[in-house]
Every structure is written in C-alpha cells, then in structure tokens.
C-alpha cells in the first residue's frame, strides 16, 4: 500500500474548490470527490433555483444530494500524510515569472500544458489528464496557455463570452445577445473569427504583394546607382583625356569640371541610397508585420484574436512607387560634348560657354518627380482658386458665390445656349483648366454628390452613360450617395470605404498621372488613388443626382 502511495500525486485527491487536501470527503452521484464542507457552501449559493450542479463536470441534479462521507477517502487522505510523495519535477517543469501556471497545482506551480477555454483554467500534463479521460471534458476547447482567461467572462453575466456583437465591435455572452445586445447583428466569435481570419488572409497578401513590389523598386534603384556612377565615370575618363590635350591654362578647369561632376554623381547617389534605404526599412517592417499576422492567424483563442486584430491589422503608409522616375539613360554624355567643345573652342568657350559645363552637370537628375504632399498643409501648397463655368452648367443649376457654389433646383434656369452646355445630367465643369500640380476642396450639403475631374471634350449631350462623369473614358468621379462611397470610370465602379464627411479633397499631379480623393474632417484620409495617364489638361467637375433639389456643392476658398 505504501509503494502505491509513492505514486500519487498529492493534487490527485485534493478538493478543486479549495485546492487543499480532502477534509471529510464525499464523493457526489457524478463521481466527483470534494471537502463536505466546500461542496455544501456551493450548494447554498445554488439553492434559490434549486438545481445544483457539479463545479468541475457541470452536471446538474434535483434533488440536492444527500452527502455521505467517504471513508475509503478520508482513509487514503490520511495515510497520504504520512508517506513521501515521489522527487519534485526539475525547476524547468515549475512555472516562472513569464510563463502560465498550472490553476490546479498546489504550491510550487508547474508550468501549464493547455488552457481550457470552458473551465477557463490552465493544467499542467498532470492535472490536464481529465480532459483526455472524462468524455465530458473532451468536449473542452483546448488552446496554448494563455494568462487572459478571464477575459473571455462577461463582466455582466459571468458567462463565457462565445458571441460577437458585430454593431458594437465587442465580444459577448449569449445572455447579452437577448438583452442588452438584442436587436443587433450578432454571430458566434467562431463565425467572426473565420470572417476576420479573410480579411488577415488578404492583408497577408497585399504586404506580401508590397514586399515584391519594393524589393522590385529596390533593384531598379541599385541599377540606376550604377549607370550613374558608370556614366559618371566615362564623363570623368573623357574629360581628363580632353583637358590633357590643353595648354596648363585649362589644367584648372579640368580640375573644376571633375569636381563638379563627382560632386553631382554624390548628390545623386545619395539620393537614390536614400531612397533605396527607405524602401529597405520598408521592406523589414512589413516582413515584420507579416509575421505578426501570421502569428496571429494561428491564434487558437477566438477573443484574442479579435482583441489584437485591429490594432495588427492597421498599416502604415506605403512609399509610393511613383515618386521613382528614371530619366532616359542620359547622365553626364552631355559634359563630355561640352568639353570637347571647349577644346575646340578655346577662347569662346572661357569667356562664354563655361556656364554649359555646369549646367550640363547640374541637370543629371535621376528621380525626377517629388514625393506627394502627406498632410493638408502640404496640400495646400498646390491649392488652386477654381470656379465653375456657366456655360457648361446644366439648366437646372443655379450657381452663385462668384460662381463657385452650385444648387440643384427644380426650375429650369433662363442659361443662353451654347454648345459646351450639359442638356442630359446635371453637372457643371470649372472654367480653368488643370495641368501640373492642383489641389482643391469641395464642401458640400445635401443626400447625393458628385466630385470629378474630365477632359474638355467630354460629351455634352445624351444620358449619364454617354457624358456622365465617370461612364466614359474621358472622366473621372467619386459619387457620395446615403453615406456611403463610390468611384467610376469608364462605366467601371469601384466601391470606395471611408468616414462619412460634407468636404472632400482632390489632388491632382498631371504629370505623374496621380488623382486622388481625401475625407477631409479634423484629419486627411485617403478615399480613393488613381495612376493613370493624362493626354489632356482637366477641368473640375460637379455632378447632382437627380431629383434631390436642394442640394448644394461649393469649390472652397483655401487662401
């Protein structure tokens, strides 16, 4: 008897409501053994429903059960206490300060194995052998060991929190879902977690489609690094054969026009690493996030998941691929034709021609476009004073405030005609054309309204599908309509997500081919992108949905 006593682990006849030895045990009609004491104080607590449950298996029983003590336990609970359990598990097996503790142990804890998130506690290998043996128990959701169990209860109802209450955002119990919660969109946390674990998919895909992207920018600057500096060094090569063809009375030049070339070629060079590196650091963070993501994909827990989400899911602002513009491949050719005019040339080229060499250096500009504005100040930079022309003005637009503002009316108002007049929708062009760099703001009031950009020869006749901004090729348009966002071109609409506001901003770079929406309120966020190609200047557009008279769109003052 006292060789089998060796063998047991002292937690294995302990009371799991008080975690101490069993005092005067009983043994309830599920098999489960506790103190008479703990197991009658649980009971009372229960007593108003009068349905009393077991606190480990949660079987139920009516009647309350009558206790009788176990003497087989007291017995074995007794001659426990006089015999040496078996050698402590190594310090590795103890929990320390970063690591989970097993609930059940006693005293020193060992590590936990698994956290049941019905129980709502973490085991040790020992202490979890009842969710491998006890058919009730397997039933238990088993995750990796997690200290934030707790939170997982509603602070409400003290219930398991297995729902999710998609129009609060918050994770709840099924009692909140019928009280408090009743009405809203609610699903299982399983179900949202599968929709979310998509959306991580797809995130997953655009860094990783990011990653490509900028390794790929990466490459292409390491390329131009080197054609400057080869072009560089040619230009340096020719030059020095040219300059040792003169006369000492050049030796100086020479030695100028070298210097001005390396010193160019480190401006650039400098610039395009700048970059370069920029694009790198970007790289580590999103391989970083990635694996932040991928981390959390595997998050067995549901709550958790949906707790870390949205602030894993946000990311940064992406360099932008088209501030790398590489000219043609034409660096310092041009300094080695001055030079050998200079030879040619002597005196004409001292007295005259010496500006060519410098300019010929200074011009040598690899990245040609600037980095777009990031906040409004910046923008502002560009803004442009713009007004409406009444001449395109459909009938049924009344314009006003030095015709900067416009109004959809229900009467037809007494415009001469004229062939640049939009007779089917109703919308209105600026006067000024865009070319360049543009920004403008556009507030407007009202259930539906239209902000775009289209070339001059746009339509003017027939219905939206033939000079409605946005169903053609010749037009741009993002349309607000009941709070909520879209934008079309060419017949094509992309669904646009972003806070409801009454002012938009549009940011135009001609020539880079960008045009860009921005939710303007206490801060920029970006609606909607387009890179494309612009053959022609733009004019600013205004579009009215039809028949929401009243409504009202203005081109804001910025200066």
Known sequence: MAQKGDQLDRETISCSICLEPLKDPVTIPCGHSYCMSCIKT?????????IYSCPQCRRTFTPRPDLVKSTVLADLVERLKNITLHAAPADHCYAGPEDVACDVCTGRKLKALKSCLVCLASYCEKHLQPHDDVAPLKKHKLVDPSEKLQENICSRHDEVMKMFCRTDQQSICYLCSVEEHKGHDTVSAAAERTERQRELEVSRQNIQQRIQDREKDVKMLQQEVEAVSRSADKAVEDSEKIFTELISLLQKRSSDVKQQIRSQQETEVSQVKELQEKLEQEITELKRKDAELKQLSHTEDHNQFLHNYPSLSQLSASTDSSSINIRPLRYFEDVTAAVSELRDQLQDILREKWTNISLAVTEVDVLLSEAEPKTRAEFLKYSHEITLDPN???????????????????????????????????????KESLTG????????????VGVAVAYKDISRAGDSNECGFGFNDKSWALYYQTNSYKFWFNKIKTP?????????????????????????????????????????????????????YGDTAELCKLK
């Open 392 to 430: 395109t003005a459909n009938t049924e637009l009344f314009l006003s405030d030095g015709n900067r503002k416009a109004e959809l009316m229900s009467q037809h108002q007494l415009y001469s005609s004229h062939p640049d007049r939009f007779t089917g929708c109703c919308q209105v062009l600026s």
């Open 42 to 50: 649980h009971w009372d607590g229960e007593d108003e429903n009068n």
């Open 437 to 448: 760099r543009c920004y403008w703001e556009v507030e407007w009031g009202g259930g539906g």
């Open 496 to 548: 646009v997500s972003g806070p409801g506001s009454s002012r938009v901003g549009v940011y135009l770079d001609h020539r880079a081919g960008i045009l860009s929406f921005y939710n303007i309120s206490e801060t920029m966020t970006l609606l909607h992108r387009v890179q494309t190609t612009f053959t022609q200047p733009l004019h600013a557009g205004l579009y009215f949905y039809y028949p929401y």
